[in-house]
């Protein structure tokens, strides 16, 4: 009786695997991961690629329709989730090693702040899920990026988030906790 429960337990995550590789081809979600190394440990961010002229033909007019206090989702079809194996600082706010849903906020007319929540999304936002905030750095990207791309980069115990979208490039800076 075992065997069967295995192999229907088996069929049944086969399915949902598929149904979610299908539905993610059929709204065109392309998947982006970045991983580094920060201080001896795995940082990880994950999120759907959305690509200008798909539904949005000028990444710095999208961004500009947003008023303050909205917030983007930083990517397609899916959350933005940053995996870290170490604890991490953002914005001077120890957060505890785990796995986060990242969204961008904005703050003001060119000013935007990176969210990291504990759950929850852009669209189901809960002020009590917010575990830090740190700013972006908004700056020209110089040439034109289609695709989006979400960047971890590493220097001993310190990293970098680089998003780079169109002409725009949005950079926060976080530590090793």
């Given at each position: 009786?075992?065997?069967?429960?295995?192999?229907?337990?088996?069929?049944?995550?086969?399915?949902?695997?598929?149904?979610?590789?299908?539905?993610?081809?059929?709204?065109?979600?392309?998947?982006?991961?970045?991983?580094?190394?920060?201080?001896?440990?795995?940082?990880?961010?994950?999120?759907?690629?959305?690509?200008?002229?798909?539904?949005?033909?000028?990444?710095?007019?999208?961004?500009?329709?947003?008023?303050?206090?909205?917030?983007?989702?930083?990517?397609?079809?899916?959350?933005?989730?940053?995996?870290?194996?170490?604890?991490?600082?953002?914005?001077?706010?120890?957060?505890?090693?785990?796995?986060?849903?990242?969204?961008?906020?904005?703050?003001?007319?060119?000013?935007?702040?990176?969210?990291?929540?504990?759950?929850?999304?852009?669209?189901?936002?809960?002020?009590?899920?917010?575990?830090?905030?740190?700013p972006l750095v908004l700056t020209d990207a110089g040439k034109s990026v289609e695709l989006m791309n979400i960047d971890v980069a590493s220097q001993g115990d310190r990293?970098?988030?680089?998003?780079?979208?169109?002409?725009?490039?949005?950079?926060?800076?976080?530590?090793?906790?």
């Amino acid at each position: 009786m075992k065997s069967t429960q295995k192999i229907i337990l088996c069929t049944l995550t086969a399915m949902a695997l598929l149904a979610f590789t299908v539905f993610a081809q059929a709204h065109g979600a392309k998947m982006g991961e970045s991983t580094a190394t920060i201080g001896g440990g795995k940082v990880t961010v994950k999120y759907g690629r959305p690509q200008v002229g798909a539904t949005v033909t000028d990444v710095k007019e999208f961004m500009k329709s947003f008023g303050a206090g909205k917030r983007w989702r930083m990517g397609k079809d899916v959350v933005t989730t940053l995996t870290s194996d170490v604890d991490l600082n953002f914005g001077g706010k120890t957060v505890p090693k785990g796995t986060y849903v990242l969204v961008a906020e904005k703050v003001d007319q060119d000013k935007w702040k990176l969210v990291l929540l504990s759950k929850g999304s852009a669209q189901q936002f809960d002020p009590a899920n917010v575990v830090a905030e740190a700013p972006l750095v908004l700056t020209d990207a110089g040439k034109s990026v289609e695709l989006m791309n979400i960047d971890v980069a590493s220097q001993g115990d310190r990293g970098t988030v680089v998003l780079t979208w169109g002409t725009v490039k949005a950079t926060t800076n976080f530590k090793k906790a």
